[in-house]
């Protein structure tokens, strides 16, 4: 008579135990109790083990809401605690290779153009591009985009989630992503300001996401009027560590919902979030809109952890305690930015002669264009460049139109922050002669008006 095996007895990882005992609770031996010793790594009390009355029921194993904390673990095999991956390795599915469902794209049906908002154009973008999981709290004046997508995404077997606060909302997008699903979120400043712990989370466990940041006044609360103060949050500041994502700065609303359906490519292309900045006016302002021919239809990336028997074997963290582990990651990420340049894009208005070149981009683009127009009528040769990403901002683009440049005007809603990316961006291309560089600014919620900017652009051509 064959012998039967032995079950493996509970081995503990302290430095991943949180000491909650649930552990405690269901052993019927009395082989776990509560400890008062402190892990120096932790700061926490991890429970511990006399394992003597063991008979390996494994009760307490199941009971651990930690995935790396309690563990079976076969007779004279050892655990690697610093290296998660292994500690989460599941024997019975390590012999399947995960696999990647493709994208499906399905044809629509040709539409007459809508006359829409852009928060309205994000929220169709986002759908057509597949998301079917939507979380958010409401924030003026970004709420009309997550109004509709609640509206829609239950007739379309999708999920909207009012979360309970912005902190929320980022984690239930860290877990969405995970699965490798397409998720989004709408917010206004200072919701972005509260999400971004979880946007750090997100691009150190490289997961894609999509945010749509509809900006308004501030600082803090501020108002609800349309700014562009949060161009320096988005380029320099998304949470702690080595932290960027390509931001798109659109125009008008068929901009928003073309550049929303590419920042869903761009996040599953990159694994990490992409930011879409709009300006309280553009959010709110209607336009014309053409929708595209077909819609896409997610598959499953290889990397998710979808919980299907093919991916059962994947894990996504963020954590490396090892510092030389964690420096490989933060080598790894850097070298994706650096590939993520590859998507700096502008836009030229007038720009093959113009001496005097502004620089815009969301709705102070379409003040600084129609300021072109009426320049020119004047005899002025003045040229809009417009950044269509502010991160990475297209730094090579700008340099081609430096040598016919006198001046540079950089006209926005803030306090300098695109002129600060612009400066910074030169300044690290190695460009050392420089135009003289001007700028028309206005906070609080105002926008620079297009007469202000034709009277100074006369101003200073004389």
Not at 222 to 245: M, V
Not at 422 to 443: D, T
């Amino acid at each position: 008579m064959a012998q039967k095996a032995e079950r493996p007895k509970p081995y503990l990882v302290p430095e991943y135990c949180k000491g909650c005992g649930r552990c405690v609770g269901v052993c019927t031996k009395g082989c776990i109790t509560f400890s008062e010793e402190i892990n120096h790594q932790t700061g926490i009390a991890p429970v511990k083990l006399d394992l003597e009355k063991c008979n390996s029921c494994g009760l307490c194993i199941d009971a651990c809401p930690e995935p790396f904390s309690l563990l079976a673990v076969e007779s004279g095999e050892t655990v690697d605690s610093k290296n998660p991956a292994k500690l989460f390795l599941d024997k019975k599915n390590d012999a399947i290779k995960p696999i990647a469902i493709a994208n499906q794209e399905i044809p629509m049906p040709k539409t007459e153009p809508m006359v829409i908002k852009g928060n309205y154009a994000a929220a169709i973008g986002a759908m057509i591009a597949g998301c079917r999981h939507m979380y958010g709290y409401p924030i003026t004046p970004s709420t009309e985009g997550a109004e509709l997508m609640a509206k829609f995404l239950p007739k379309m077997n999708g999920w909207y989630l009012q979360a309970v606060s912005e902190v929320a909302t980022i984690n239930h997008m860290y877990g969405t992503a995970g699965a490798g699903l397409p998720t989004m979120t709408f917010t206004s400043s200072p919701g972005f300001s509260l999400m971004v712990e979880g946007i750090s989370y997100m691009v150190g466990a490289e997961l894609p996401s999509v945010i749509v940041n509809v900006m308004r006044g501030g600082p803090g609360l501020g108002n609800i009027a349309p700014e562009q103060s949060d161009i320096k949050f988005a380029c320099r500041g998304l949470g702690h560590g080595n932290t960027h994502a390509i931001c798109l700065t659109p125009s008008t609303p068929q901009e928003v919902l073309d550049l929303t359906i590419e920042a869903f490519e761009l996040a599953f292309k990159y694994r990490n979030p992409v930011i879409i900045l709009l300006d309280g006016y553009l959010g709110q302002m209607t336009g014309k809109v053409n929708l595209p021919t077909h819609l896409n239809k997610p598959g499953i990336p290889e990397w998710a952890v979808y919980g299907d028997r093919a991916h059962r074997g994947n894990l996504i963290n963020s954590i490396d305690l090892a510092e030389p582990d964690l420096e490989r990651r933060n080598e790894k990420i850097c070298a994706k930015y650096a590939t993520m340049k590859a998507h700096a894009r502008a836009d030229n208005f007038m720009t093959d002669d113009a001496e005097i070149l502004l620089v815009a981009c969301n709705t102070p683009a379409r003040i600084s264009k129609g300021a072109v127009q009426n320049l020119r009528e004047a005899g002025v040769k003045a040229g809009l460049f417009r950044p269509i990403t502010v991160w990475p901002f297209p730094v090579e683009q700008l340099k081609t139109l430096l040598p016919k440049t006198k001046q540079i005007v950089v006209v926005e809603a803030s306090a300098g922050q695109l002129e600060d990316e612009l400066r910074l961006e030169l300044n690290k291309a190695g460009v050392e002669k420089l135009p003289e560089i001007r700028h028309i600014r206005r906070m609080g919620g105002n926008l620079p008006q297009q007469a202000d900017v034709v009277a100074y652009v006369k101003s200073i051509a004389k």
